[in-house]
């Protein structure tokens, strides 16, 4: 059974502490709707009505263009262990780019890396609990390092012009930068 509340709780800031991923999903006025894991200890609570994550280099940046089109996000986090649970933040977001003095604040809740391309926060409007029973029961083996692999292997002036190529503009043509 669904259950709804207006804040996290600390029950609930306890279930997201303990996740190893979580799910982003956003969607522009009109275009394709947007779902995308995340991991590598990217996601922080800032309080019981406003989260943030921190957002790396990709091959699209359709969050932030959805985010400047509509605003409108999802945050699910999926309880992968015995102790079944699905959970739903409802909200708002926004992006903030490196060199604001919002990304500037929000840093220190994180360790810096190379290829941080934006910190997205979201003000809860609500959120939902439920069940979860049909998830299967998985076991993390261990953080890929790809991403991070992929983006030492780059000097700034690449990275640059990788991120004006693929992270400007979202696959509907919409911007995903001001």
Not at 16 to 45: C, H, W, Y
Not at 73 to 96: C, E, V
Not at 142 to 170: G, P, V
Request: hydrophobic share 40%; proline share 4%.
């Amino acid at each position: 059974m669904a259950d709804f509340f207006e804040a996290l709780e600390q029950k609930h800031i306890d279930f997201i502490n303990k996740q190893q991923m979580f799910f982003v999903a956003t969607a522009p006025k009109e275009g394709r709707i947007n779902l995308s894991p995340k991991g590598l200890d990217s996601f922080r609570i800032i309080s019981p009505s406003e989260v943030c994550y921190l957002d790396y280099m990709g091959s699209g940046n359709e969050t932030a263009a959805h985010m400047l089109d509509d605003g409108r996000i999802t945050i699910m986090f999926n309880s992968f262990t015995r102790a079944a649970l699905i959970m739903r933040l409802y909200g708002s977001g926004k992006s903030h780019a490196p060199g604001s003095a919002r990304f500037d604040d929000l840093m220190t809740l994180f360790d810096d890396a190379p290829g941080i391309r934006q910190i997205f926060t979201i003000k809860i409007d609500n959120l939902q609990t439920s069940c979860g029973f049909g998830v299967p029961i998985y076991e993390k083996a261990e953080e890929r390092q790809t991403l991070h692999k992929w983006i030492n292997s780059k000097d700034e002036h690449s990275l640059k012009d990788y991120f004006n190529e693929k992270n400007r503009i979202s696959i509907d043509g919409l911007p995903a930068v001001e």
